[in-house]
């Protein structure tokens, strides 16, 4: 018998699909699907992608797997996150508050003239957004190791 390597983004989108697909039936009717977009720096991109966000699976926690691609600096980036989120009402009508974080792969691609390999490598985001609840977000993310070390977006999501 002759075991093939899995790609690691293929395991982690697989990964990702399966923790939603197992959070329970209560949470897959109540999924929530995201756009974004925003600037990163470290590398200086702009990027574009899109989220998926289950209901609260203990208390206000949320899972939130989102997937982002880079482009700017002679780099393209396609970042795969599994990040957990704890929401909390404002005071204010209509508004929440939520920040968490998870791992990421990120698969770096470069320009032919940096002769630089591609490569797939791992990081941590940390994340915090205000989002109304007709579906407007703003995000703010800091990475860790091998991730932008900023970013910045707006949204819309709806359920």
């Known amino acids: ?49 899109g989220h998926v966000e289950t209901a609260p699976l203990v208390d206000r926690v949320r899972f939130r ?7 700017g ?10 990040e957990f989120v704890y929401r909390v009402a404002l005071r204010q009508p209509d508004w929440d508050v939520y920040a968490g974080g998870g791992p ?10 940096k002769k630089k390999d591609a490569g797939i490598e791992p990081g941590l985001n940390l994340v915090a957004g205000l989002a109304h609840r007709d579906g407007l977000f703003a995000e703010l993310k800091v990475g860790v190791a091998d991730s932008p070390s900023v970013k910045l977006a707006v949204g819309f999501a709806w359920n």
């Open 1 to 49: 018998m002759v075991l093939r390597r899995v790609p690691i983004t293929r395991a982690i989108v697989v990964l990702a699909f399966s923790a939603v697909w197992l959070a329970g039936s209560p949470a897959a009717a109540q999924l929530e699907y995201g756009v974004r977009a925003g600037v990163s720096g470290g590398p200086d991109q702009f990027y574009f992608g």
């Open 73 to 82: 600096s002679d780099t393209t980036l396609v970042a795969i996150n599994l």
């Open 65 to 71: 797997p989102n997937v982002e691609i880079g482009v």
């Open 104 to 113: 990421a792969a990120n698969r770096y691609s470069y320009a032919a003239w």
